[in-house]
């Protein structure tokens, strides 16, 4: 997570968890870039009780809260390895963390043993960060005069923002992103 629902809540009261993992998803896929900390890699490991995962080896450089992707957990058929199907692939947000063992907040894994897999540390920048905390007081402060463009007092006049797709970003105004602009990766 890019940052915490405690740390959000202190900026929006009435923003959620699934906000906060969309604003997460549309950086990484604006970006092209999954934030990974290649120095901080785990290879194979074993599912248990759907949020749990076992290694054989000692981890180090994690703690709780800290954001991991998970990697290759291809699925076993039947007639062999499936290929296409990531099973238990995606963000993760560690609640504890033990010498071999990782426990897993809100996760619903399959269970099961992963030799190819791997997990590692997502690391966001602190430009990123407060980027989106800009976002949150955006919607703080706009969220009720979405849309206008300018307003009079005297005789009523409004003027209603015209917002095509050069000028908004998720529903947000473009300039607001210019914090992703140097973590941008060519797509291949």
Same mark, same amino acid.
């Given at each position: ?17 699934? $906000? ?8 990484? $896929? ?27 080896? $000692? ?57 190819? $897999? ?71």
């Amino acid at each position: 997570m890019i940052i915490t629902l405690d740390d959000a809540q202190l900026i929006n009261p009435s923003i959620d968890q699934s $906000a906060l993992d969309g604003l997460e998803q549309s950086i990484r $896929a604006l970006t092209h870039n999954k934030f990974q900390n290649l120095n901080i890699r785990f290879y194979q490991f074993k599912v248990t009780n759907e949020d749990t995962l076992e290694f054989n080896e $000692a981890l180090a450089y994690l703690r709780p809260n800290d954001t991991i992707e998970i990697s290759n957990t291809w699925s076993q058929t039947g007639s062999g390895l499936n290929q296409d199907i990531g099973v238990n692939d995606g963000l993760c947000v560690i609640e504890e963390i033990n010498d071999k063992t990782i426990k897993l907040k809100d996760a619903t894994l399959f269970n099961g043993s992963f030799q190819s $897999a791997f997990i590692t540390k997502i690391s966001y920048p602190p430009d990123v960060v407060e980027g989106v905390k800009k976002l949150l007081q955006y919607d703080v402060s706009m969220g009720d005069k979405l849309g206008i463009k300018s307003e009079s007092i005297s005789r009523m006049s409004v003027t209603y923002y015209d917002v095509n797709s050069n000028e908004s970003i998720n529903g947000y105004p473009a300039s607001l992103f210019g914090f992703i602009k140097k973590y941008k990766k060519m797509r291949w």
